[in-house]
């Protein structure tokens, strides 16, 4: 093989490296909410409803704030849950909040600390995080009966 060939083959695979080696790409979503929030599980349906703000409260008073990451997760979400691009579901908030059916879109959140730290702030919130970044005393909810890393979890 050619020196050329040998220096391509060996700077793609330095391109792949970063990809490959500690990636998340494989973890699961955890929908972490405050300790208030009366519900420990949900359904697939129910996650849908909470996150396209169809529904807008846990319980007459507790009313749900979505914190939504700037991330992988996001686009795990956009993909699995909302099946929009990013401009499409910029574009669907601003409508939802023009023709008033919400007064408030999802927060979003930077990074999972500030995620974490905000859900412990603020009563009703729902953060989707990454699973391995979620601290053991916070209050992850089951979706359709599974935890993350559970087979058949619906968010990875």
């Not at 409260?57 to 795990?76: D, H, N």
Request: glycine share 8%; charged share 20%; with cysteine.
């Amino acid at each position: 093989m050619g020196r050329w060939k040998t220096s391509l083959i060996a700077g793609f695979c330095l391109m792949l490296l970063p990809a490959a080696i500690g990636a998340p790409a494989g973890n699961d979503l955890a929908i972490v909410v405050h300790e208030d929030v009366p519900s420990t599980g949900i359904s697939s349906s129910e996650l849908r409803q909470l996150l396209f703000a169809d529904r807008l409260f846990w319980s007459p008073k507790l009313r749900v704030t979505i914190l939504i990451p700037a991330g992988r997760e996001r686009a795990v979400l956009l993909n699995t849950v909302y099946h929009m691009t990013d401009a499409q579901f910029r574009q669907f908030w601003i409508a939802r909040i023009f023709r008033a059916e919400t007064s408030v879109g999802p927060k979003i959140v930077y990074t999972d600390d500030m995620a974490l730290e905000l859900v412990n702030a603020i009563p009703g919130a729902l953060a989707v995080i990454d699973a391995a970044h979620v601290p053991s005393h916070l209050k992850v909810l089951r979706v359709d009966g599974r935890l993350p890393g559970d087979k058949g979890y619906p968010l990875h």
